[in-house]
């Protein structure tokens, strides 16, 4: 009996914390100038990742003010996310690139994954949201 009551303990405990709300903070940093605005998106999945506005979970852009810059997502579940930011120097909320698709605009990724020659997968960029508070950091690119 005792051991009934134990393993029901336990079982509400995690179901507790799975359906809790957590909030995200994203420290953006490496900015080459404070023109224009910070855009930032964050992913539930890997369909769409990084750059299909249509399958974003929540998304901002937010003047920046200082450096490093902070963009809070608020009632996010326990589970993997990957967040793309980019430095919108001309606020047309649009990652802007050369003739030759090269980004012209500062960006970055969740996980800070090495960028060569394409945008990372979901996967290489992921990281979990496992409680109420978790905080990450993010290195602007430019090229």
Same mark, same amino acid.
């Given at each position: 009996?005792?051991?009934?009551? =134990?393993?029901?303990?336990? %079982?509400?405990?995690?179901d507790?914390?799975?359906?809790?709300?957590?909030?995200?903070? =994203?420290?953006?940093?490496?900015?080459?100038?404070?023109?224009?605005?910070?855009?930032?998106?964050?992913?539930?999945?890997?369909?769409?990742?990084?750059?299909?506005?249509?399958?974003?979970?929540q @998304? *901002?852009?937010? @003047?920046?003010?200082?450096?490093?810059?902070?963009?809070?997502?608020?009632?996010?579940?326990?589970? !993997?996310?990957? %967040?793309?930011v980019?430095?919108? *120097?001309?606020?047309? !909320?649009?990652?802007?690139?050369?003739?030759?698709? =090269?980004?012209?605009?500062?960006?970055?990724?969740?996980?800070?994954?090495?960028?060569?020659?394409?945008?990372?997968?979901?996967?290489?960029?992921?990281?979990? =949201?496992?409680?109420?508070?978790?905080?990450?950091?993010?290195?602007?690119?430019?090229?």
């Open positions: 009996m005792l051991l009934l009551a =134990v393993l029901g303990n336990l %079982v509400w405990s995690f507790a914390k799975a359906n809790f709300n957590g909030k995200l903070t =994203v420290e953006i940093d490496g900015f080459k100038n404070k023109e224009g605005q910070i855009c930032a998106s964050i992913f539930a999945s890997s369909e769409g990742f990084p750059g299909d506005r249509d399958r974003v979970l @998304k *901002q852009c937010t @003047k920046i003010t200082d450096t490093p810059f902070p963009i809070t997502f608020d009632n996010l579940k326990a589970g !993997r996310y990957a %967040v793309a980019f430095h919108d *120097q001309n606020n047309d !909320r649009t990652l802007n690139s050369n003739l030759f698709g =090269v980004p012209s605009e500062g960006f970055g990724f969740s996980s800070n994954p090495e960028i060569l020659a394409r945008a990372p997968k979901f996967s290489e960029a992921a990281f979990l =949201v496992a409680g109420p508070d978790t905080n990450i950091q993010i290195q602007l690119k430019y090229f």
